[in-house]
């Protein structure tokens, strides 16, 4: 009869205190069982790693025994004690075996898991390490996608612990050793003199298969010759890893065609500024269309320092493209891989485009400035409630057009606080400029489509709330999530055809530029235009009833004058049309008929009537105010003509 284990197990709970008021133990032959109130965990001894179950969030746990000794039975639940960091168990058997083995647990948050990778640097096997490093990134997979910080470390280390791979590796009866982890595949090679020696110009390296028997994955390398000569031979080692998946390069919406493959060399040897370049040759199926195009870029893990550091560049790769393959030259040995890239738009058109948008924002900004002072001196005369409200989307232009010309003055400036102030700042007036617009349209139907019941007791104060507040309240709760989330700073663009990067203040995190702005702006693009339409509508119902009555009227003095009064009124119909389009914004959806592809009039079009918009409003605003003022004076002169007339007949 099999004797059985005795039950005294001693438990030190690590975790916080109103968490580690029940534990329950299970081990078995193959797995250690822990259950916690909020969750379960299992540490696997198949080789598989760890799973954690929780129903709040993803989290990370790993059992490592002290010993070698495991065996199976059942514990029940025990009350614990808290310390701060991991489980300790220690467990007796009857035959004085001792199991003694450390479980860690962490929720995955940034907080928890940098400590975590971190301490990965205490392992002294690096091929331990890098098994490590994978296992804490599948335990937490939404953190790796979405954390900037998480990433960058994880890169870092990852690089470092391929160089100690590099480094410990000995060559027993071969030149070259391939280690074979759960996503990536290094293969480590060292060339010697006899190799050099026989090779003319480039030499062929084999990059590890990650997939078995399909060698269709994995590119072909040429490593010129000329660039290893000159390392010393106990140092001419070069390291190719093979990535199955390539997410912790993605630091941005690139989309891979290819496997991402890594040329690393030993020590502080580097291969670059390379005549002839390297050579690999991937196949990757050209696309079809013109919208993108397969492009070679390299991984820049130098610039890392900055907010968006870590790109996908262009710099000394030159790309060759064939039906069924991709030939990437590149100067110099880092990540490289194949992306499908947006055909980019050309230097000189982005140069002249940049010009009109300086000098139309300028225009505007002075224009916006002469509306405002028209308003101030019209103040004396009556202003309708439409008069102030093109004037104060007049306001938010000049805001939005001020901020915009500060964007790239801003990173240059200490303290930090100044460009997340022009960030924040510049977004406020932006969105205040969407709601402006929102409003012009809805007080251009109550004006002409509704007409009747249109009176609203503080009518101009509830609009100058809705135009302004929404936006403050918007950017008010963005910054006051500033400790957890930092959403405006300084942002690096990078252009896709040249690699310069320019730094300005703006909106730092992508999917919050793109979840609120996007919605925000195509939700008012949707109501402006709809407003628009039923407007054109209602002049175009009008004109033609105005050209009936014309006929009836029409007598053979009159029909020599027809032909210019219709082109007149017809040009006047059109001027109102696009001054209307112009106040209510619906230009900016020119940036839809955009995206996707190149078009350089719609971008042309996009930067002249957009940069120019608030000298468009100004020309609305004086017309409007020279036709109040006209209608003010035939008043005026009515008002005389009939006192005089009473006058007369007393």
């Not at 298969?209 to 072909?220: A, G, I, R």
């Not at 929404?470 to 990078?494: D, H």
């Not at 040249?498 to 919050?512: E, K, L, V």
């Not at 006047?572 to 619906?586: D, H, K, V």
């Amino acid at each position: 009869m099999r004797e059985k284990t005795i039950i005294p197990v001693l438990v030190s709970l690590l975790l916080h205190q109103s968490r580690a008021d029940q534990v329950c133990v299970n081990i078995s032959e193959y797995n250690l069982n822990v259950t916690v109130p909020y969750g379960h965990m299992t540490e696997k001894r198949t080789g598989e790693g760890a799973e954690c179950e929780n129903d709040e969030e993803e989290c990370f746990f790993q059992c490592v025994p002290t010993n070698e000794t495991w065996f199976h039975g059942s514990f029940g639940c025990l009350n614990c004690s808290v310390t701060n960091g991991s489980y300790n168990i220690t467990v007796y058997t009857i035959h004085g075996n001792i199991l003694n083995t450390v479980c860690y647990h962490a929720h995955c948050r940034e907080d928890s898991i940098l400590p975590l990778i971190h301490r990965l640097k205490e392992i002294d096997d690096a091929q331990k390490e890098l098994g490590e490093l994978l296992y804490i990134r599948d335990s937490c997979p939404s953190l790796f996608r979405t954390s900037y910080d998480i990433k960058k470390v994880y890169v870092i280390l990852e690089k470092q612990i391929i160089h100690e791979i590099m480094n410990m590796t000995e060559f027993e009866g071969g030149s070259s050793k391939t280690y074979n982890l759960k996503y990536l595949s290094v293969n480590v090679s060292k060339i010697s003199d006899a190799v050099l020696n026989v090779s003319e110009d480039m030499i062929p390296m084999k990059a590890p298969q990650l997939w078995p028997n399909n060698d269709l994955s994995v590119p072909e390398v040429w490593i010129p010759v000329n660039a290893l000569k000159h390392i010393p031979q106990e140092q001419r080692v070069i390291g190719l890893v093979s990535y199955m998946d390539p997410s912790q390069f993605q630091f941005s919406t690139e989309d891979f065609r290819s496997m991402v493959l890594r040329i690393e060399t030993l020590g502080e040897s580097r291969l670059q500024n390379l005549k002839p370049p390297i050579q690999m040759i991937f196949r990757v199926v050209k696309p079809e269309g013109n919208v993108s195009q397969l492009l070679c870029r390299y991984f820049d893990e130098d610039n890392g320092r900055h907010v968006k550091g870590f790109a996908w560049k262009e710099d000394g790769c030159e790309t060759e493209i064939d039906p069924d393959q991709v030939t990437c030259n590149c100067s110099h040995a880092t990540p490289f891989a194949v992306l499908l890239i947006r055909t980019p738009i050309d230097g000189a058109h982005w140069k002249i485009l940049s010009y009109i948008s300086y000098i139309g924002c300028g225009i505007s900004l002075f224009f916006g400035a002469s509306s405002l002072v028209v308003y101030v001196f019209n103040r004396s005369h009556k202003m309708d409630t439409s008069m102030s409200i093109h004037v104060s989307l007049s306001g938010a232009l000049f805001l939005l057009n001020s901020t915009f010309l500060l964007t790239e003055w801003g990173p240059t400036v200490e303290p930090d606080w100044v460009c997340e102030f022009i960030a924040a700042l510049m977004h406020y007036s932006l969105l205040c400029c969407l709601t402006w617009m929102a409003i012009e349209a809805l007080h251009l139907y109550l004006l002409l489509i509704k007409v009747y019941n249109t009176y609203y007791k503080c009518y101009l104060l509830k609009l100058s709330l809705v135009g302004w507040g929404i936006p403050a309240i918007i950017v008010s709760l963005s910054l006051s999530v500033k400790n957890v989330k930092q959403f405006y700073g300084v942002t690096e663009l990078t252009m896709s055809d040249t690699n310069q990067t320019n730094s300005i203040c703006w909106i730092t995190d992508d999917t919050y530029f793109y979840s609120l702005n996007l919605v925000y702006f195509t939700l008012i693009f949707i109501f402006n235009s709809g407003i628009l339409m039923a407007v054109a509508s209602s002049i175009c119902k009008m004109k033609k009833k105005l050209k009936t009555n014309s006929k009836l009227q029409a007598s053979a003095s009159r029909k020599s004058k027809g032909v210019p009064q219709r082109f007149s009124a017809s040009c006047q119909s059109g001027l109102t049309l696009l001054g209307l389009t112009c106040l209510m914004g619906t230009t900016w959806g020119l940036a839809f008929l955009g995206s996707g592809y190149v078009n350089y009039a719609v971008l042309y079009l996009f930067c002249i009537l957009n940069s120019l918009q608030g000298f468009f409003i100004f020309v609305w605003i004086c017309l409007s105010a020279k036709k109040q003022r006209r209608k003010e004076m035939e008043q005026k002169v009515s008002l005389i003509t009939a006192v005089h007339s009473d006058t007369k007949m007393d």
